[in-house]
T-cell receptor, first 115, second 115 residues
Framework: KAGVTQTPRYLIKTRGQQVTLSCSPI?????VSWYQQTPGQGLQFLFE???????NKGNFPGRFSGRQFSNSRSEMNVSTLELGDSALYLC??????????????FGEGSWLTVV | AQKITQTQPGMFVQEKEAVTLDCTYD???????LFWYKQPSSGEMIFLIY??????QNATEGRYSLNFQKARKSANLVISASQLGDSAMYFC????????????FGTGTSLTVIP
């Protein structure tokens, strides 16, 4: 069974540009959540999508957005990039979202560098 | 207040020895889930073990076990018979009810296994 797939793995962008990251969840998983990981702030929750609807959102500015398609694939977009957006962006998928024991499975992440 | 606290930034262990990674958590909900993830230098977060707040027994998964002390709000990870491949960052995480798949992560512990 294929795991969570994230593309691209590495990318370099210039300040002010925008970037789109893609995530394909494990087959059958309907929930996709996104996390940002930086050395200073650690792992922070960005948002979660389930059945094409955003269900939960972390404390990030509106420059960070996402969407989910009918096949559960998800994209996140960051507009007007800032140097501080340089981070590892991790996508995680899971079967559902109500059970406290529900595990989320991560992809390998997308390493974004803003110069 | 931090929901997850990991007080050991770095740990060293001799190959084949056991090691305990500390984690304390803070929540007022009676129902919650506790998780441990391993992150090698490649970036992928690998799920290791889960403990539910109502579970009577400590969780075990192969060489991993979770020392769950509910009254002390601690959920320490024990790795037995350490291997060189265990060298990685280890993150403790918590999931509360009603927040979907929003996980709260600790700052992590860097484990180095010495041959």
């Amino acid at each position: 069974k294929a795991g969570v797939t994230q593309t691209p793995r590495y990318l370099i962008k210039t300040r002010g540009q925008q970037v789109t990251l893609s995530c394909s969840p494990i087959s059958g998983h309907r929930s996709v959540s996104w996390y940002q990981q930086t050395p200073g702030q650690g792992l922070q929750f960005l948002f979660e999508y389930f059945s094409e609807t955003q269900r939960n959102k972390g404390n990030f500015p509106g420059r960070f957005s996402g969407r989910q398609f009918s096949n559960s694939r998800s994209e996140m977009n960051v507009s007007t990039l800032e140097l501080g957006d340089s981070a590892l962006y991790l996508c995680a998928s899971s079967l559902e979202r109500r059970n406290s024991g529900n595990t989320i499975y991560f992809g390998e992440g997308s390493w974004l560098t803003v110069v | 207040a931090q929901k997850i606290t990991q007080t050991q930034p770095g740990m060293f262990v001799q190959e084949k020895e056991a090691v305990t990674l500390d984690c304390t958590y803070d929540t007022s909900d009676p129902s919650y889930g506790l998780f441990w993830y391993k992150q090698p230098s490649s970036g992928e977060m690998i799920f290791l073990i889960y403990q539910g707040s109502y579970d009577q027994q400590n969780a075990t998964e192969g060489r991993y076990s979770l020392n769950f002390q509910k009254a002390r709000k601690s959920a320490n990870l024990v790795i037995s018979a350490s291997q060189l491949g265990d060298s990685a960052m280890y993150f403790c995480a918590m999931r509360e009810p009603y927040t979907g798949n929003q996980f709260y992560f600790g700052t992590g512990t860097s484990l180095t296994v010495i041959p």
